[in-house]
């Protein structure tokens, strides 16, 4: 998406929050054949982190896990709604998932509220396989989405941190996906990103496992069991830095508006829930 304000307002998420143009930084090959993923979780993996967001009804996230990102500035995106950190945002169903909820109400000065959880300065980690299992929100100038920054934005700043868009999707288009990577020199509208079509019902009516497999030169994008898109250090633009080699931590969010989407419109329906089933990070197991 794009990164926070403070520190050139980072994009939210894949596509590029921080000036997401959807088209702008594919590259030319998004119609390619996806194939099949050859090594699943469980076959040379072992998980290091995970939350299956257990727990009571209403209750907030794990708080050793993660952290609510507060504010209401357009995060660098021009982003419509005031994260908080209540449970109205947030919170736990009972039933085994995360649901973060956008809701149309007058809140900080902003017509929409929202939730951003991060891992930061809870858990960051470098290499390894990053997945969660996610049900999406719908409707015009909806966007959920699940992405990875450098540790590091504090001290460095975005894009210098790099930036890892699992997914990000435009709640108008009900079957669409996008992944991104944003580093210096390829960041916002220029970023090395791919779209890709899942198959079946719109993404609002089901659950779909979204993941990264990063290695020290390569970053695998996933949708279910379909490698859609790779990106490794031939594939920045001449000159530029490969900089993922250093631990992210984890975002989920939910934004409102913004340059990726554009705004809500009449037939868009609140709230909107983005619900998340789990959240896992894996190894590779020694040999």
């Known amino acids: 998406m794009t990164s926070r304000r403070g520190v050139l307002a980072l994009a939210l998420s894949g596509l590029g929050m921080a000036s997401c143009d959807p088209a702008a930084g594919l590259d030319n090959k998004q119609n390619e054949q996806p194939r099949p ?116 934005v504090d001290s460095v700043g975005w894009p210098a941190c790099g930036e890892i868009d699992i997914m990000e999707h435009k709640g108008q288009i009900p079957s669409v996906v996008s992944s991104a990577v944003h580093g210096p020199g390829y960041s916002g509208g220029g970023n090395i990103g791919r779209q890709h079509a899942v198959s079946g019902p719109p993404l609002a009516e089901d659950f779909h496992l979204y993941a990264v497999e990063w290695e020290p030169e390569l970053l695998r994008f996933i949708v279910d069991d379909t490698v859609f898109f790779e990106v490794t250090p031939k594939s920045l633009p001449a000159g530029r830095k490969w900089v993922y080699d250093h631990p992210h931590f984890i975002i989920l969010n939910v934004a409102v508006g913004g340059s990726f989407v554009g705004p809500p419109d009449s037939k868009t329906v609140f709230p909107q829930t983005m619900k998340v089933d789990y959240v896992r990070v894996y190894e590779r197991a020694a040999q």
């Open 37 to 152: 993923v050859t090594e699943q979780p469980g076959t040379g993996w072992e998980i290091v982190w995970q939350d299956e967001f257990d727990g009571p009804a209403g209750s907030l996230p794990a708080a050793e896990r993660w952290v609510p990102d507060v504010g209401g500035d357009g995060w660098g995106n021009g982003q419509y709604e005031y994260n908080t950190a209540r449970a109205e945002n947030a919170q736990l169903d009972g039933e085994g998932h995360l649901a973060i909820i956008a809701r149309k109400e007058r809140y900080g000065g902003n017509d929409y509220t929202s939730a951003r959880l991060t891992t930061k300065n809870r858990y960051s980690k470098a290499y390894g396989r990053v997945e969660a299992r996610i049900k999406l929100p719908t409707g015009r100038g909806i966007w959920p989405a699940f992405w990875l920054l450098g540790a590091d």
